[in-house]
């Protein structure tokens, strides 16, 4: 059986790179690899921490995963979709409307993100369900969910 062969010259040559430029190259890409990956087992170790932290939700948190996603997203564009070899000119024109977009998306997230449907279109907290909460944190024994204490319910539920 015969070996397969094709008509297309080796990666390298199609690519026009010395050999020395291609270890250069892999070298980049593994430091950014490397840097995507300690990035993200930072992620991890805050996001398996916040929750006993007292992190969760607060907008220091949100800020810190919507700046490293960023950070990583830059090293993806700049690094491995070549955009770093580019002219300062094109790599703003290529960023600026994703930056605009991001920008709009992350600030209706965070501004809209708690409509609710109420008059001030805010999503407002039942200070019942707040003593509740805190009954049950401080071992006051079992409270019953909002709505369904004891006599909220009407006679005519009963029948």
Known sequence: MSEFHDDYPSYETLAHHSEEE???IRKTLWRVFWYML?????ELVVGSMAPSKGWSGTL???VLFIGLTILKAGFIVM???HLGHEKTFMKY??????IIFISYTIFIILD?????????????V??????????????????APAGHA????????KH
């Not at 809209?112 to 407002?124: C, D, I, L, P």
């Open 38 to 42: 300690a990035i993200t087992i930072f």
């Open 79 to 81: 690094a491995f979709m």
């Open 93 to 98: 024109a290529i960023l600026a409307p994703y």
């Open 112 to 124: 809209e993100g708690v409509y609710s449907g109420n008059s001030q279109n805010r999503t407002t």
């Open 150 to 157: 004891e006599g909220a319910h009407s006679e005519e539920s």
């Open 60 to 62: 220091g948190l949100k």
């Open 22 to 24: 291609g270890k250069k």
């Open 126 to 143: 039942d200070p019942l369900l707040i003593k509740q909460q805190q009954d049950l944190k401080a071992g006051h024994g079992h409270t």
